[in-house]
Every structure is written in C-alpha cells, then in structure tokens.
C-alpha cells in the first residue's frame, strides 16, 4: 500500500503571519491571527510562523507558545518568532548573517550581571536612555539606546545586538529597521515566502520593505473610515501611511465586497489586488439550538470608548416593567470598565448587569446565552456577531458600515439597529422577548445555518486560491523592470473650484503598457495622504497625463497645518504601481489662486502651498513647455 499523502492547497512555501504582539487578554484581530495559523497548519499539516515584534515578548516567547498550545488556542504545529527573542536564542553565525548589514557605532559598556536578564538605566545629565537585556547565561544581547535631549524628550535611538563573546555584531537606528532586517533574515534564504500582516500598526513599520522572494499581504481587519471620510481624505496619518502602502502589496485581504469597493472609487487602490476573504469561525456551530433563559443578555468585547457598551446599559434601562427582567453579562476588560460600573451603579442595573472580565476563547459564552448586543461605533466583519450565530445566540447589532449586515438579516437570523438608537436597541431586546418559542427556535437554527457559510474549510480554500495568484502577480512584477522617471507640468488652468494639471511622462517612463494614472499628494508634516484619478492619453511620441485637484479634496491638510503637499503621480497597471515626481522649474511659482499657490521647490519638486493671507481671487494660467 501506498501511504497516503494529503493534496496540499497552500503554496508550498513558507508562510509567515505577522503581528505586534499576543497580550495576555486579547481581542479580534489576535484572535484571527492565531485562528489563521491554526487553519493553515491544520489544511496541509504543515508548519506555520507567527511573527510578532514587541519587545514584551524578548524573554517570554517560548513560554507564551507554550501556554497557547497548552490551553488549545495554538496548533502544536505554529511556531513563534520575535526578533528581540531571536537575539538572545541565536548561535552567533546566525547572528553575524542577521547584522550583516549594519554597520556599528560607539561602543556599550554593559553593567556586570546580576542575575537580572533586563536592566534599566538613564542618565538625564548625560543625556540617555537605555535597556541592557542579557541572555540566561549572562553574555550581553542587547543595548537599547534612547538619546534624550535637554529637555528629556528622545532625540536618536540606537538598538545593538551582541555575540555570546560580547561583540557587537548589528546596529540599527529605529526598531523598523531592526525588523525590516530581520525579516529579509528569515526569508533571505527561501526562494519564495508569503507574509500575511495582520495589524495596521505592525503593517505600517514595512511600508517601503520588499523583497523579490516575499509575497507581502495585507489583511485589512478595521473599516478604515467611512466612504465620505474616505473621500474627503479624513483619516488619522497611521492610516494614511498604510492607504499610500496598498498598491505595493502583492495582495489586499479585505472582510467584506464593499470595503473593496470603497478603496477603488476613492482612488485608494488602484492595482487589481484586492480579495474579499471574510473571518471564519474559530468555534464549531451548535448542531442545533440549546434552550436557554429568553432574556439573558450577553455581550464580548473590549470594553472602550468607541465599543459604546454604555448604550447597551441604556437601553437597557429604557424597557418597559414587562421586561424589567433582561440581564447582560459583560465579558471583557478595557479603559471604560470603571465608568460603566459607575454607570450601571448610577442607572441602578447592578442587578442587570454583571461585569464578568476578561475570559480567553470568549465565542464559547454565547452558548449560555439568548441574545448579544453589539454597539461599536465601527468595525470591520464583526467575528463576535459569527459566534454569537453559531451559539444560536441571537445578535442585536448596530447597522454599521462593513459590519453586522454581511452577516445578518434582520428579522430573519439577528436584529439590526440603526446606529446610536439607543430606543431603537431597547425595542429590539423587547421585540425578541415578545416572539414565541416556535418563532425564536426558527430564528436560532437560521442563525446557526447562516454561521456555517463561515466555516474555516470554506474560507481557507478561497486564502489558498488568492494566496496562489498573489505569487504568480509576484513573479509577473519581477519579469519586469520598471523605468524611472518623471512627470513635466505642460499647463494647468485654476478655477474657483480647483486645478487642472496636464502633464508629460519622461521618455523611458511612457514606454511601459501603464492602464492607469492617478495624482496623489503628502503632506510630509502631519502625514496626509489623497489621491485622485487621472486620465492617460498617448499622442504622437509621448504620454499625457491629465488630472483635476477638487480644492475641498485639500480642506482637511488645510485645516491641520499650512505645510506644502508633495505632489505625485501615481501610474499603474493590474499589477504594480510607480510613483514619480512631478517637476517644473525650480523656484518658481506657477500659479495661485486665494489662499492656494503652487510653486516648485529648489530640486523641482511641484508642491501645493497654502497662503496664510489671501493675497488675490485672480487664478493665473501658465504654461510651462
């Protein structure tokens, strides 16, 4: 007999799934990073790598790997790497390949060991910072450097790794760049390996990081803003970061149709990689509906600001005597614990409502009970709202963009609410208290089939199938070499509403097959981001450009500081992206309009300024040929 070998699904490379850290109560996104290694290891019985990067975890990570697999939310077959831990636990070869490219500066005077394996030091007279971390043997690993100022504001940073034999083998200036290195090291070796980053702010320290053998993806757990707010550019600068980042990406992972959708007509994407890949279940489904108390409550979560749980105790507050009876266990721990026990306290809940803490694999508490309240003021695909389905644990949700209702009908296997109708939520909770038996059985047993859409198994295939067409859109962008260049400004033509811009690509830059263009803009200081389509047109000889700037599309950097914006010009095709400048002569101001001036820089760079006093309503046409 032959043995049997399982078909793989996955590419067979290394796949490595990357975040901050596991905390020790965590929420979402941990959850489904820890969710995703376990499936994978599982579908190809296969090893996977979990990479998390926090410092918190340089001493602790074999210990954390084994608490997670002895408690059952870690397949045996994930391993964990953290470059902090990698430093302390590497032979010194491995070492000296890691700092390979870091040249040293300076020299560290470690204090004697003392048993302790991380020490603290500063010095505000002279002027530093620093953590010595030793490895259990007693040889120095690590130097910390944090310059501080007169002040006692950090200034430079400076990270060393030494051998066993106390010599420096690396140095970096910031921990992205340590981190950058230390993920060419583990992959520098293979001839292809996929990176799946789970969290915005991991994401963010890799934002000009690639390699030709890594397949980088991006797993887009938040909503990332509105569809209006993304349109008017209204997002905190980490997110911009992350927004100027998506057409590098190999691929995109979005949780639901519409966020795709939104990126694309916001001119946030523009290459063809973006993949609708909702969560899964990280709990089986019930086989069939458990009777339980029709008015316990229950809800899971993070217990902060932008969770509004105090809604949930409102409206709690609101029902009517007939319903006097409705509890909720709280489940969870955060920042705004102490201001809704005060509130509950204050409502005179504290027989409602019980604060039960934080629990780990929270999805297994539906089962106790009938209903769950989610009021977020923003999600992504709600993983608690699944879980709750597949309890037969009935969600009563707030109808947020890209949450609840990808999941829920209403009336048919869950409850949606508008948002912020605190009236609205209490009238649902009555609503469901008033339906029959026969009428709630039916509602469970839909809720438990709708979950089944979200099993693991189902999902997992589709990861394989993108997973697979991210490293063939991988290996179509080696083949080719992309030119640098730049984009001339031709003319432009202001109006009271904006400006118009026509623009000519450099000779090698418009012999490549570009399908699209786009004009985008940085604000260096505070860290905006937008970016706006464009329409190409080949004439004779040559490549034009032509885009319009909305002013209004300008009123959010406007409002946050009067630093220039950069402007760019994004072209692309279903593959890959390259951003070039925009030049005119140096110095020299081309136009204005009120409050609006466009100049070019000392190197040429085409900048949009904006004038603290309106010197003129007249707008200028210029052409510059």
């Not at 296997?413 to 026969?438: A, C, H, R, W, Y």
């Not at 640098?484 to 012999?511: F, I, M, P, Q, T």
């Not at 032509?546 to 409002?559: K, N, P, V, Y």
Request: one cysteine or more.
């Amino acid at each position: 007999m032959f043995p049997f070998q399982r078909k793989r699904r996955l590419p067979n490379v290394p796949i490595f799934v990357l975040t901050g850290e596991v905390p020790e109560n965590y929420g979402g996104v941990t959850t489904v990073a820890l969710g995703r290694c376990n499936v994978f290891a599982e579908m190809d019985d296969r090893e996977i790598t979990l990479l998390t990067v926090s410092p918190i975890h340089a001493m602790s990570i074999d210990a954390l790997r084994s608490d997670l697999v002895a408690d059952g939310r870690l397949d045996s077959r994930v391993n964990l790497r953290n470059p902090w831990s990698d430093i302390l636990q590497l032979e010194d070869q491995e070492l000296n390949r890691l700092g390979s490219s870091a040249s040293v500066e300076g020299h560290v005077e470690f204090p004697e060991f003392s048993g302790e394996c991380e020490v603290r030091a500063s010095s505000r007279s002279e002027g530093f910072a620093r953590v010595y971390r030793y490895r259990p043997d007693g040889s120095p690993a690590i130097s910390d450097t944090r310059e501080i100022d007169s002040e006692g504001n950090p200034s430079r940073r400076l990270i060393t790794a030494f051998s066993r034999r106390g010599n420096a083998v690396g140095q970096w200036s910031s921990p992205a760049e340590l981190y950058r290195r230390w993920l060419g090291f583990l992959t520098e070796a293979q001839e292809m390996s996929i990176v799946i980053a789970e969290r915005l702010t991991t994401s963010n320290l890799f934002v000009n990081w690639s390699a030709e053998n890594v397949v980088f993806v991006q797993a887009v757990h938040s909503h990332h803003h509105s569809a209006g707010a993304l349109q008017a550019f209204r997002y905190p600068a980490p997110k911009a970061k992350f927004y100027r980042s998506l057409d590098k990406r190999e691929m995109v992972a979005t949780l639901t149709g519409q966020q795709a959708e939104d990126l694309r007509e916001t001119n946030l994407s523009g290459v063809d990689n973006l993949a609708t890949l909702p969560n899964w279940l990280t709990e089986e489904p019930l086989k069939s509906p458990t009777q339980r108390d029709r008015l316990a409550g229950v809800i899971v979560s993070r217990i902060s600001q932008e969770k509004q749980i105090d809604h949930s105790l409102k409206a709690l507050n609101m029902l009517s005597p007939a319903y006097k009876g409705a509890s909720v266990d709280i489940f969870g721990d955060g920042d705004s614990l102490p201001a809704l026990e005060e509130l509950a306290s204050e409502l005179g809940l504290s027989e409602q409502v019980a604060f039960q803490g934080y629990v780990s694999r929270g999805g297994r508490k539906f089962r106790d009970y009938s209903f769950s309240l989610h009021t977020g003021k923003t999600e992504g695909q709600l993983l608690v709202v699944l879980e709750s389905m597949a309890a037969g644990c009935i969600p009563i949700a707030y109808n947020i963009k890209y949450g609840p209702s990808d999941s829920i009908t209403h009336g048919v296997d869950g409850f949606l609410v508008e948002p912020n109708d605190i009236e609205g939520l209490g009238k649902q909770i009555e609503l469901f208290g008033s339906m029959s038996e026969t009428e709630v059985l039916r509602m469970r047993k839909a809720a438990i089939r709708r979950s089944r859409d979200f099993l693991p198994g189902k999902i997992s295939r589709r990861w394989a199938e993108e997973l697979h067409g991210a490293i063939e859109r991988k290996n179509r962008k080696s083949k080719v070499v992309l030119p640098d260049g730049y984009a001339k400004l031709g003319a432009l033509r202001v109006d009271e509403h904006g400006v118009v811009l026509r623009l000519r690509v450099s000779k090698d830059l418009a012999a490549h097959d570009w399908s699209w263009a786009k004009i985008s803009w940085v604000q260096r200081k505070t860290g905006i981001y937008g970016r706006t389509s464009a329409q190409l047109k080949r004439e004779p000889g040559k490549l034009v450009i032509r885009g319009r700037i909305d002013f209004e599309q300008l009123e959010h950097a406007h409002s946050r500081s009067d630093a220039p914006l950069g402007l760019w010009v994004d072209l692309g095709d279903s593959d890959q992206m390259q951003r070039v400048r925009i030049i005119a002569s140096p110095n020299e101001e081309v136009s204005r309009y009120g409050p609006y001036r466009l100049a070019a820089a000392s190197s040429g760079n085409l900048l949009f300024q904006f004038r603290q006093k309106v010197e003129t309503h007249e707008s200028e046409n210029v052409s510059n040929r």
